[in-house]
């Protein structure tokens, strides 16, 4: 990918992410001039089961997002939805910097509506607060610095589920924002295909 003058390959930021919006199905959000903060995010399930992947988690989490976001404006700038974590880019309103209660909602929305054969058994005490053990309590983030530090990160949820072994080329995996990035002509559809790629130490979490 190239950048110049605040576009990617000619396309703007904005502009893609309006396009993630699609992703999700959510109403559009009319950014401000001013911009929000923009993060990287992964999200783990507990224990690191794997059942995100499953067509009516998918669908769940859909309307995760798109109830929450209805309620507390973001973007999502990129996505990869793996087995067992999500990493997602995000930018919030300007002067928003609340990203831990969005997640906690979904997290929320997804865990009381998901089949409970998907919920571990926990301590009695996690039980007596009301928690399920659906997802891992913590889940970390990064704020994103500059324009190459977006790019870094949006190749690394691109490439993940290669990474992962998931499959050969990021373009054979149905749950990331890949193939909106290559209808704007931001990547080739073969990138990522037949190659490993390295990322800095600083780019991604697990």
């Known amino acids: 990918m190239k950048l110049l003058n605040g576009k990617i390959n000619?396309?703007?930021?904005h502009q893609l992410s309006h396009d993630f919006r699609l992703f999700i199905g959510i109403m559009?959000?009319?950014?401000?001039?001013?911009?929000?903060?923009?993060?990287?995010?992964t999200v783990v399930t507990h224990n690191r089961r794997e059942f995100l992947c499953n067509a009516e988690n998918i669908?769940?989490?859909?309307?995760?997002?798109?109830?929450?976001?209805?309620?507390?404006?973001?973007i999502v700038d990129a996505i990869v939805i793996?087995?067992?974590?999500?990493?997602a880019i995000w930018t919030l309103p300007?002067?928003?910097?609340?990203?831990?209660?969005?997640?906690?909602?979904?997290?929320?929305y997804f865990t009381h509506n998901c089949d409970t054969k998907y919920?571990?058994?926990?301590?009695?005490?996690r039980q007596n607060k009301g928690e399920k053990a659906v997802w891992q309590r913590r889940f970390w983030e990064h704020q994103i610095q500059d324009e190459i530090d977006f790019i870094r990160h949006v190749d690394y949820i691109?490439?993940?589920?290669?990474?992962h072994g998931y499959v050969k080329a990021p373009k054979d995996w149905n749950y990331s924002s890949f193939i909106l990035y290559v209808s704007?002509?931001?990547?080739?559809?073969?990138?990522?295909?037949?190659i490993e790629i390295e990322f800095a130490e600083d780019v991604g979490n697990e």
């Open 158 to 163: 691109h490439y993940n589920p290669v990474k």
């Open 119 to 125: 919920q571990e058994k926990i301590s009695r005490s």
């Open 59 to 74: 669908l769940l989490l859909r309307q995760a997002f798109r109830e929450v976001m209805s309620k507390s404006p973001f």
């Open 94 to 108: 300007p002067g928003d910097s609340d990203f831990s209660a969005r997640w906690r909602l979904i997290k929320n």
């Open 28 to 41: 559009e959000y009319r950014r401000a001039k001013i911009e929000g903060g923009t993060f990287f995010f």
């Open 82 to 87: 793996l087995p067992n974590h999500i990493h």
């Open 10 to 13: 000619g396309v703007s930021l």
């Open 184 to 194: 704007q002509g931001i990547y080739d559809i073969d990138w990522g295909s037949g």
